[in-house]
Structure formats: structure tokens, C-alpha cells
């Protein structure tokens, strides 16, 4: 079930479905689950601020049932982003939440 959001205050994205599929792809591999289960959503034009500047910057969010690996993925999905978007690592905030898999329903049941 992993899930990556990422929010940006970015007006668009250039290539947008090229770089969800980038997203999927490297959370598949930092997780090690099938991309099958993998779920990427792009959120542009997002009202935001970041140290005191409306400087362009985004807010990303990975949920999964285990497999998270906080330290060596924040720099991973960094990266990716930056390279993709231009924003600098530093305007990035990434989020980790390792849900329960009673607290997650697929294909009509829940993981657990």
C-alpha cells in the first residue's frame, strides 16, 4: 500500500506523469513491495510558505504498512524531486507515517 504525495507550491510540473511514475518506481524499490500496490498523487499550485518566503517548496507525504526507512529515503525522494522540479532540497519537508494494516481498506478488505 505505500502511498507518496507530494505537494508543491509550483504552479505546474513539467512531464507530471513521467515524474509519478518516477515516484512509484523509487518507492517500490525503497520499500521493496510490487508497484502494484503503489499509489503516486501530484498536488501543483498548492498555497504554501517555508521559512518565512512564499519561494517555491513542497511537502511530501509516505505512508506504508512497514518497510519505511525514514534516513535513507528522505535523500532518495529528495533528490528526485529536486532534479525534477527544480526546488532545492532544503524547501522540502517529507513526512513518514507507518500505518497499520487494519487502518487500510483495498479492493474491498482491509490489509489486516
Sequence with gaps: MPLI???????SVDH???LLLELSAKL???TGKPEDYV?????????M???????PAAFVEVKSIGALRPSAMTESFCELITSRTG?????????????????????????G
Design 28 to 30: 517500490a524499490e525503497q
Design 49 to 55: 510558505t517555508f521559512a518565512g518566503t512564499s519561494a
Design 87 to 111: 526546488i532545492p532540497a532544503d524547501r522540502i519537508y517529507v513526512h513518514f507515517e507507518d500505518v497499520p494494516a487494519s487502518s487500510l481498506g483495498w479492493n474491498g478488505r482491509t490489509f
Design 39 to 47: 499509489m503516486t498523487l501530484l498536488e501543483t499550485d498548492v498555497a
Design 5 to 11: 504525495n507530494l505537494r508543491t507550491s509550483l504552479a
Design 16 to 18: 507530471r506523469d513521467e
